[in-house]
Nanobody, 124 residues
């Protein structure tokens, strides 16, 4: 079992920055894939960024490339998402997810564990 707790969500103005954190506990060694997903009101959940434990490979949604940066500290069992140049369309609940798949991606089925989410609101 893996428990995930997100933090760092807030309300910021357009162009601002935030850093989300996801503290993981439990059998984290089995979670090769860790990622951030988001869901805006009335929209489906979408993948934002993922990173692998094995080699640090990262992947980003086109909408956040060049603005967001994902990282993980395996020693601290913590996942981060640095978000710069925030836009109103980035407003959503952001979720941390973890899974043991060998090949990571944005398919929800690859992730067994999910956090409760942290709200990010970007005002124009």
């Amino acid at each position: 079992q893996v428990q995930l707790v997100e933090s760092g969500g807030a309300t910021v103005q357009s162009g601002g920055s935030l850093r989300l954190s996801c503290a993981a506990s439990g059998s984290t060694y089995s979670s090769n894939c860790m990622g951030w997903f988001r869901q805006a009101p009335g929209k489906e959940r979408e993948g934002v960024s993922v990173i692998t434990r094995r080699n640090g490979w990262t992947y980003y949604a086109d909408s956040v490339k060049g603005r967001f940066s994902i990282s993980r500290d395996n020693a601290k069992n913590t996942l981060y998402l640095q978000m710069n140049g925030l836009k109103p369309e980035d407003t959503a609940m952001y979720y941390c997810a973890a899974g043991g798949a060998v090949f990571c991606g944005f398919e929800s089925g690859r992730y067994n564990y999910w956090g409760q989410g942290t709200q990010v609101t970007v005002s124009s």
